[in-house]
């Protein structure tokens, strides 16, 4: 049997990013050509490690297995040479998730999900060097008493995720029929997600889509590249659109096809507009205009208003695991982002007199 695991990447000391990356297992099996004939929920339970049956279950609901590229049922026989491909959530943490008590901005809540909108500077995920204090040590508290728990295992259900510095709104799953459900929909890029960026310079095209692979740099494994061979990285697509101008940089409107590490960070920096304040990616310093005099401390002062990349997950559409209704959501600019905006506003009214 072969069988190929597909996880998302994963960063030292950073959660991954813009959309952010989806957090699912995908896997791909081949059966044996002596394989006895079994029923899938069987066969797949004999040979996934760490999934219990009601994972596997939900998943075969959720159209999460296919069969030589069909949906099957779960009494389906398997047999020599199938080829069976799954996507399940991602596996819990060896680690344990300590619940600390936070403070949660949750526009929308019930039995299946919730919504949380993020503050820039809070981590998502734990990782080495962010134990404590992060976005999941706080759904743990917040969820502890529901049956996400087992064996005193906690599971804030998390899908996907954002960076550090990225402010927004993210989706969690209570269940594991939901958890199942919206990685189906993260996996089959069905879920809408839009991005407000404030990138340096002007785009020649008022709209456009960014294709290019994107995996780690070679020269640093902190940061992100661009592959536009995809000779590495994974399939990453942008779509862009731009809302307004203001003289030396431009806000847009993104929207994620796919959602990989740092991917709108990397992209608008491939096409040569980085996000401004991003200082990961170069957006940290005067890339267009002139470095000097007033408007060099006019940018300063904008820098240390928003010591950030200005990024901000503004809206999240999907449908709901349970009523199958069609959701969308909005969050509004933080005060950092909106500050900077006005500013650039009447920066560019200004020049225009």
């Given at each position: 049997?072969?069988?190929?695991?597909?996880?998302?990447d994963d960063l030292a000391d950073e959660?991954?990013?813009?959309?952010?990356?989806?957090?699912?297992?995908?896997?791909?099996?081949?059966?044996?050509?002596?394989?006895?004939?079994?029923?899938?929920?069987?066969?797949?339970?004999?040979?996934?490690?760490?999934?219990?049956?009601?994972?596997?279950?939900?998943?075969?609901?959720?159209?999460?297995?296919?069969?030589n590229e069909k949906v099957v049922k779960?009494?389906?026989?398997?047999?020599?040479?199938?080829?069976?491909?799954?996507?399940?959530?991602?596996?819990?943490?060896?680690?344990?998730?300590?619940?600390?008590?936070?403070?949660?901005?949750?526009?929308?809540?019930?039995?299946?999900?919730?919504?949380?909108?993020?503050?820039?500077?809070?981590?998502?995920?734990?990782?080495?060097?962010?134990?404590?204090?992060?976005?999941?040590?706080?759904?743990?508290?917040?969820?502890?008493?529901?049956?996400?728990?087992?064996?005193?295992?906690?599971?804030?259900?998390?899908?996907?995720?954002?960076?550090?510095?990225?402010?927004?709104?993210?989706?969690?799953?209570?269940?594991?029929?939901?958890?199942?459900?919206?990685?189906?929909?993260?996996?089959?890029?069905?879920?809408?997600?839009?991005?407000?960026?404030?990138?340096?310079?002007?785009?020649?095209?008022?709209?456009?889509?960014?294709?290019?692979?994107?995996?780690?740099?070679?020269?640093?494994?902190?940061?992100?590249?661009?592959f536009p061979d995809g000779e590495q990285?994974?399939?990453?697509?942008?779509?862009?659109?731009?809302?307004?101008?203001?003289?030396?940089?431009?806000?847009?409107?993104?929207?994620?096809?796919?959602?990989?590490?740092?991917?709108?960070?990397?992209?608008?920096?491939?096409?040569?507009?980085?996000?401004?304040?991003?200082?990961?990616?170069?957006?940290?310093?005067?890339?267009?205009?002139?470095?000097?005099?007033?408007?060099?401390?006019?940018?300063?002062?904008?820098?240390?208003?928003?010591?950030?990349?200005?990024?901000?997950?503004?809206?999240?559409?999907?449908?709901?695991?349970?009523?199958?209704?069609?959701?969308?959501?909005?969050?509004?600019?933080?005060?950092?982002?909106?500050?900077?905006?006005?500013?650039?506003?009447?920066?560019?009214?200004?020049?225009?007199?």
């Amino acid at each position: 049997m072969l069988t190929e695991n597909l996880p998302p990447d994963d960063l030292a000391d950073e959660e991954m990013g813009e959309g952010g990356d989806e957090l699912y297992e995908h896997h791909r099996i081949q059966v044996d050509r002596g394989q006895e004939m079994l029923r899938l929920d069987k066969f797949l339970l004999n040979r996934l490690s760490h999934t219990s049956r009601t994972k596997i279950q939900n998943a075969i609901l959720a159209e999460a297995v296919q069969v030589n590229e069909k949906v099957v049922k779960a009494s389906y026989r398997i047999k020599p040479y199938d080829i069976i491909t799954i996507t399940l959530p991602e596996p819990p943490r060896e680690f344990k998730v300590v619940p600390e008590p936070m403070e949660l901005d949750i526009p929308y809540e019930d039995s299946a999900l919730l919504l949380v909108n993020k503050p820039a500077g809070l981590v998502v995920h734990p990782a080495f060097g962010n134990w404590q204090g992060t976005l999941v040590n706080g759904l743990a508290h917040h969820l502890q008493n529901l049956p996400t728990g087992r064996n005193g295992e906690i599971r804030p259900g998390l899908v996907h995720r954002i960076d550090k510095d990225t402010s927004g709104l993210l989706v969690i799953g209570k269940s594991e029929w939901a958890m199942t459900h919206l990685s189906q929909q993260f996996f089959h890029h069905t879920i809408e997600r839009t991005y407000l960026a404030l990138v340096w310079g002007i785009p020649k095209e008022m709209e456009g889509t960014i294709r290019g692979h994107v995996g780690r740099s070679a020269k640093d494994r902190k940061v992100q590249a661009v592959f536009p061979d995809g000779e590495q990285g994974k399939h990453a697509v942008t779509h862009y659109k731009v809302l307004k101008t203001f003289r030396h940089v431009a806000l847009l409107q993104c929207n994620l096809e796919t959602g990989r590490t740092h991917q709108i960070r990397v992209h608008m920096k491939h096409i040569g507009h980085p996000l401004f304040s991003d200082a990961t990616y170069g957006g940290d310093k005067i890339l267009y205009g002139q470095r000097t005099g007033s408007y060099k401390a006019f940018v300063e002062k904008a820098f240390a208003i928003m010591p950030r990349q200005a990024l901000h997950a503004k809206s999240l559409g999907f449908e709901h695991p349970d009523t199958g209704q069609q959701l969308h959501f909005e969050s509004e600019l933080p005060a950092d982002f909106a500050t900077v905006l006005e500013k650039w506003e009447k920066f560019a009214a200004d020049a225009n007199e």
